[in-house]
């Protein structure tokens, strides 16, 4: 290749490439933060909620083995690998913006469905329930589904757990809270855990929205170079 021009894409396409490979690694590791923390209080949530980051991840593994055919085209100068390189990135950016409306759709659901699901866990109150929510009730400072009244109301055995308790009020010697009133207002969390679980998924979501809108960027800018540089291959090849 005599022209400097498409000699100086690929060099920047190959750069780009190494960027898009890291950044799909980012998008992975993202993906496995977000799944790890939305796991913890996987009792109370669907697998539409899991979905997303699982999602994700298998995202940034493909993203990352579509940068190295991409750099791999680049180096080789061919058309071919090239475009199907551009394909691939076009796919994937489609996959993505699905991905990203029926989240959108799926969230305005989002608050009934957590607090469905905690209401029906809270009514049966049996051992895996219970432990998930001590897990969530400590974990996330909270107690009932809307206020610890819940627990009173419509548990099964109408009475508040320990994991109510704030711990600098917890005796010790019993593990719970004592010489509190009937709902604690002085010593029990009095916020509900279906707010609190609702604002998580949110952040966890903010998370993988703007990881996802960065990247699709970078594959609009990835799919004019490759576009750009296999066309200028060809020219050049046709001279």
Same mark, same amino acid.
């Given at each position: 290749?005599?022209?400097?021009?498409?000699?100086?894409?690929? +060099?920047?396409? @190959?750069?780009?490439?190494?960027? @898009?490979?890291?950044?799909?690694?980012? &998008? !992975? $590791?993202?993906?496995?933060?977000?799944? *790890?923390?939305?796991?913890?209080?996987?009792? @109370? /949530?669907?697998?539409?909620?899991?979905?997303?980051?699982?999602?994700?991840?298998?995202?940034? !593994?493909? &993203?990352?083995?579509? *940068?190295?055919?991409?750099?791999?085209? =680049?180096?080789?100068?061919?058309?071919? !690998?090239?475009?199907?390189? =551009?394909?691939?990135?076009?796919?994937?950016?489609?996959?993505?913006?699905?991905? %990203? &409306?029926?989240?959108?759709?799926?969230?305005?659901?989002?608050?009934?469905? /957590?607090?469905?699901?905690?209401?029906?866990?809270?009514?049966?109150?049996?051992?895996?329930?219970?432990? =998930?929510?001590?897990?969530?009730?400590?974990?996330?400072?909270?107690?009932? /589904?809307?206020?610890?009244?819940?627990?009173?109301?419509?548990?099964?055995?109408?009475?508040?757990? =320990?994991?109510?308790?704030?711990?600098?009020?917890?005796?010790?010697?019993?593990?719970?809270?004592?010489?509190?009133?009937?709902?604690?207002?002085?010593?029990? +969390?009095?916020?509900?855990? /279906?707010? #609190?679980?609702?604002?998580? &998924?949110?952040?966890?979501?903010?998370?993988? $929205? %703007?990881?996802?809108?960065?990247?699709?960027?970078?594959?609009? !800018?990835?799919?004019?170079?490759?576009?750009?540089?296999?066309?200028?291959?060809?020219?050049?090849?046709? #001279?």
């Amino acid at each position: 290749m005599r022209s400097c021009g498409p000699s100086l894409i690929k +060099y920047v396409l @190959f750069a780009f490439n190494v960027l @898009f490979a890291l950044s799909g690694l980012g &998008i !992975l $590791i993202a993906g496995a933060i977000v799944l *790890a923390d939305v796991n913890e209080f996987n009792h @109370f /949530v669907e697998g539409r909620v899991i979905a997303p980051p699982i999602v994700l991840i298998v995202t940034g !593994l493909i &993203i990352f083995l579509i *940068a190295s055919l991409g750099c791999f085209g =680049a180096i080789k100068e061919s058309p071919t !690998l090239l475009l199907t390189f =551009a394909v691939l990135l076009a796919v994937i950016f489609i996959v993505e913006l699905a991905v %990203g &409306i029926a989240a959108s759709v799926f969230k305005k659901d989002l608050e009934m469905m /957590v607090k469905n699901s905690l209401q029906e866990s809270i009514k049966r109150s049996n051992s895996e329930d219970t432990m =998930a929510w001590d897990n969530i009730q400590r974990k996330l400072m909270c107690c009932g /589904v809307d206020t610890p009244a819940d627990w009173r109301a419509i548990s099964a055995n109408k009475t508040l757990p =320990a994991s109510c308790c704030q711990p600098q009020f917890i005796d010790t010697t019993v593990g719970h809270c004592l010489d509190s009133p009937a709902l604690g207002k002085d010593k029990f +969390y009095q916020d509900g855990c /279906v707010g #609190k679980l609702k604002d998580r &998924i949110d952040k966890n979501a903010s998370i993988l $929205i %703007g990881v996802g809108i960065g990247i699709a960027f970078i594959q609009i !800018l990835g799919i004019f170079l490759a576009c750009y540089l296999a066309s200028s291959i060809r020219r050049e090849q046709a #001279k």
